[in-house]
C-alpha cells in the first residue's frame, strides 16, 4: 500500500508559476514509477507527466512540454512537479499517482495508487 499527499496548488496568473509536491509513505518509493494527472470541471482526467523510478526516463503531455517539469527525489519519498508559463487551461485538480510497473506510462490504469488531488486554478 502507498499513501500519496499532494500539496502545494492554490491560484496564480497566467504566466506565472507553482510547484506541486507530493508525498510518499508506506512502500518502496522507489519501486514505483510516478505520474501526474489533472481533471478540469466537466473534463476527463487527462496525463501530464511521468518519472520513471530512478528519475531517468520522463514524459510529458504535449501541452506542457517546455513549460512543466517532474523530478524525484527518493531519498524524500517525493515527486515534484514545476509549472512555469501557467495558462488558464492549466486550471484543474492535479492528482499524482504511482504505478508498479517499470516503465513510465500514460495509461491512468497502469497506476494502482492516487492522491486526493490539489486545485490549481490559472487566471487571466
Known amino acids: 500500500q502507498v499513501q500519496l499527499v499532494e500539496s502545494g496548488g492554490g491560484s496564480a496568473q497566467a504566466g506565472g508559476s507553482l510547484r506541486l509536491s507530493c508525498a510518499a509513505s508506506?512502500?518502496?518509493?522507489?519501486?514505483?514509477?510516478m505520474g501526474w494527472f489533472r481533471q478540469a470541471p466537466g473534463k476527463e482526467r487527462e496525463f501530464v507527466a511521468a518519472i520513471g523510478r530512478s528519475g531517468g526516463n520522463i514524459d510529458y503531455a504535449d501541452s506542457v512540454k517546455g513549460r512543466f517539469t517532474i523530478s524525484r527525489d527518493n531519498a524524500k519519498s517525493t515527486v515534484l512537479l514545476q509549472m512555469n508559463s501557467l495558462k488558464p487551461e492549466d486550471t484543474a485538480v492535479y492528482h499524482c499517482a504511482a504505478s508498479p510497473r517499470p516503465d513510465v506510462t500514460r495509461r491512468s490504469e497502469h497506476y494502482d495508487y492516487w492522491g486526493q488531488g490539489t486545485q490549481v486554478t490559472v487566471s487571466s
Open positions: 508506506g512502500r518502496t518509493f522507489s519501486s514505483y514509477s
